[in-house]
């Protein structure tokens, strides 16, 4: 059976470190303290778990007001396809569901893209009646 919920200290942070690299996000795991950082300074966090198991985490960060930025949620391979990232993602955005834009950069894999659109997020590049641009900058990272 499931449980999620919110307080990510009630599991070993190493165990979140794990599902990162599950996932392949070594980005992020070459520096758990900094990583352990951004939990703590996030808004709000879901964690899910499988029989003592974290399979899965979502991480946002927001002024609960105008924006809402989704920035993780991974789900560790041997779960996905079964319904968790969906159930995390919805309960992150009725958690935010007064604010008032949505948010999130992610790669540009056909399997996320059409996970997203089906929650609602829209693509800013395939925009026609409301023209939108999303900029960023990464550090460390050549993004031409």
């Known amino acids: 059976m499931m449980k999620i919920f919110s307080d990510w200290e009630q599991v070993q942070f190493e165990e979140i470190v794990d599902l990162y690299d599950a ?3 070594e980005a992020y795991t070459q520096n758990t303290e900094s990583l352990k950082r ?3 300074k996030s808004t709000y966090v879901l964690v899910a778990l ?23 949620i991974l789900i560790h ?8 990232g969906r159930e995390l993602l919805n309960l992150i955005l009725e958690r935010f569901k007064d604010v008032r834009t949505h948010m999130i950069l992610t790669d540009d ?4 893209l059409k996970f997203y659109e089906s929650l609602g997020y829209k693509n ?3 925009l ?7 900029f960023v900058m990464m550090k460390h990272l050549d993004l031409n």
Do not use: C, M
Request: aromatic letters at 8%.
């Open 23 to 25: 996932v392949g996000w």
């Open 38 to 40: 951004a939990f703590e």
């Open 50 to 72: 499988i029989d003592e198991q974290v399979v899965g985490v979502a991480r946002s960060i927001s002024d609960e007001v105008s924006i809402h930025y989704l920035q993780d």
């Open 77 to 84: 391979p041997d779960f996905q396809k079964k319904g968790i």
């Open 109 to 112: 894999e056909e399997k996320q």
């Open 124 to 126: 800013t590049k395939s």
């Open 128 to 134: 026609k009646n409301t023209p939108l641009n999303t």
